[in-house]
C-alpha cells in the first residue's frame, strides 16, 4: 500500500492541532488517507483545516485540561463520527523561568495541559480502544524530559511525567492490542519556540538553538538544523500506522541528536 493510502478508513483524534506541530500531525494523517478529529483551545485553526480537508477533517474546540469536555467530545466523536483508531496528543504550553522565579499559577498550568491533558484524553480513548481490540495513541512530549534544561523545570517535569504515563498505559493496553508510544521532538520551528527568541534577534535566536550555548549548558543540534513540524508529524505517521505494528512503550527521539540521547 502507498504512504498515501496507509491510514485510509481510519480515523484520528488530535488535540492541540490549530497551528505548529499539531497542524502538522493534521496533514500528515489526513495526507494519509485518515480522517481526523482537530481540536484546539482555539478555533481559528482547526476551522481552517476543516475547510482545506473538506468531509475528512472535522473541528471541535476542545480544552483538555477539562476531563468533563474531553469525555463528552470522545462520546460525542464515536457516537457521531465511529471508532476512533488514533488519538495523538500534541497541545502543549511552555512557561520558561527559573525555578527560583516560578509562580504556583505556572507551575500548575503547565501540568494542567502537558499532563493532566495527556491523562484525560489517553483514559478516554484507550478504553474504548481496548474495548474494541486496537489502537494507537501517540503523545508528543519533548526531549527536555530527557536532559536538564534551566528555565524549564515545570515544563521537563511535565513532559517526563507524560512519558511515563503513557509507557504505563502502553504496558496496561498492550494485550488488548492497543500500543502506546510517544516522540520527543527537540527545537522545532513554530510559535512556540519562537515565543523564547527576542523580536528582531531570530537569525541570531536560531543560530544558537543550532549551535548551542554553552552559558546555559545547551548542547546543539549535530545534524545542524532546527525541526520543521513535519518531521515530527512524519514521526508520528509512522508509530500510528501498521508499519509500526510491533511498537509499543517506545519513546522516538526527533531532534537532530540534540541530546546525544545521554
Ligand atoms: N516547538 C518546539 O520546539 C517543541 C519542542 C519539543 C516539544 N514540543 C511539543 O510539541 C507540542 C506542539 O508544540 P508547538 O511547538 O506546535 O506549540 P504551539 O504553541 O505552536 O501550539 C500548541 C497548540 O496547543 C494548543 N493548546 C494549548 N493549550 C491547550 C489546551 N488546554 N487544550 C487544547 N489545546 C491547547 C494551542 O492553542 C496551540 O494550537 C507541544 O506539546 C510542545 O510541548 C514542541
Not at 504512504?3 to 500528515?28: K, N, S, Y
Not at 512530549?141 to 528555565?151: D, L, Q
Request: with cysteine.
Amino acid at each position: 500500500m502507498s504512504a498515501e493510502q496507509e491510514l485510509t478508513g481510519r480515523l484520528a483524534l488530535v488535540t492541540g492541532a490549530g497551528r505548529g506541530i499539531g497542524e502538522a500531525v493534521v496533514h500528515a494523517l489526513a495526507g494519509r488517507g485518515a480522517r481526523v478529529l482537530a481540536t484546539d483551545l482555539d478555533a481559528e485553526g482547526v476551522t481552517a483545516l476543516e475547510k482545506t480537508y473538506e468531509g475528512r477533517v472535522t473541528a471541535r474546540t476542545l480544552d483538555v485540561t477539562d476531563p468533563a469536555a474531553v469525555e463528552e467530545l470522545v462520546e460525542e466523536a464515536e457516537r457521531t463520527l465511529g471508532p476512533l483508531d488514533i488519538a495523538v496528543n500534541v497541545a502543549g504550553v511552555l512557561r520558561v523561568s527559573p525555578v527560583a522565579d516560578l509562580s504556583d499559577e505556572e507551575w500548575a498550568a503547565t501540568f494542567a495541559v502537558n499532563t493532566h491533558g495527556v491523562f484525560h484524553v489517553s483514559r478516554s480513548v484507550s478504553r474504548r480502544m481496548a474495548e474494541r481490540g486496537s489502537g494507537s495513541i501517540v503523545t508528543v512530549a519533548s526531549n527536555a524530559a530527557g536532559i536538564p534544561r534551566t528555565g524549564m523545570a515545570a515544563y521537563a517535569a511535565s513532559k517526563a511525567a507524560a512519558v511515563m504515563f503513557t509507557r504505563c498505559l502502553g504496558l496496561e493496553v498492550a494485550p488488548r492490542g492497543v500500543r502506546c508510544n510517544t516522540v520527543s521532538p527537540g527545537s522545532t520551528l513554530t510559535d512556540m519556540q519562537r515565543g523564547m527568541w527576542t523580536a528582531g534577534d531570530e537569525e541570531a535566536a536560531a543560530r544558537r538553538v543550532v549551535e548551542g550555548d554553552p552559558s546555559t549548558y545547551r548542547t546543539g543540534i549535530p545534524l545542524g538544523r532546527i525541526a520543521d513540524p513535519s518531521d515530527i508529524a512524519d514521526a508520528v505517521a509512522f508509530l500510528v500506522s501498521d508499519r509500526a505494528r510491533h511498537i509499543t512503550m517506545h519513546d522516538l527521539y526527533v531532534d537532530g541528536g540534540a541530546t546525544l540521547r545521554a
